[in-house]
């Protein structure tokens, strides 16, 4: 069984920074995908930021330039760090991955559990 954990969410003024990172365990053979999702009250669940095993990262417009995302394959963790936090970033967080099992022949989304993040202005 896989679980993703996420950590590092709360409340933060405008101009802030926070961090949040994520770690998956369990029975894990590969890793092809990390990435984090966003979904505000009221709106679609959206991708803020991707990054593949080789290391190449892509981001919704938004967040360009103000948001960073990074992994570390041995220890299967996935972090975000984001700054010039806008009141426009408040969201739950998800991070996602697309992992292999060793008891399976296919690999299949897990999501974590999400975290809370808060702009205020």
């Known amino acids: 069984q896989v679980q993703l954990v996420e950590s590092g969410g709360g409340l933060v003024q405008a101009g802030g920074s926070l961090r949040l990172s994520c770690a998956a365990s369990?029975?894990?053979?590969?890793?092809?995908?990390m990435g984090w999702y966003r979904q505000a009250p009221g709106k679609q669940r959206e991708l803020v930021a991707g990054?593949?095993?080789?290391?190449?990262?892509n981001y919704v417009d938004s967040v360009k330039g103000r948001f960073t995302v990074s992994r570390d394959n041995a220890k299967n963790t996935v972090d975000l760090q984001m700054n010039s936090l806008r009141p426009e970033d408040t969201a739950a967080y998800y991070c996602?991955?697309?992992?292999?099992?060793?008891?399976?022949?296919?690999?299949?989304?897990?999501w974590g559990q999400g975290t809370q993040v808060t702009v205020s202005s």
């Open positions: 369990g029975s894990i053979s590969s890793i092809i995908s």
């Open positions: 996602k991955m697309v992992i292999k099992e060793y008891s399976s022949t296919y690999y299949g989304d897990y």
């Open positions: 990054i593949t095993s080789g290391g190449r990262t």
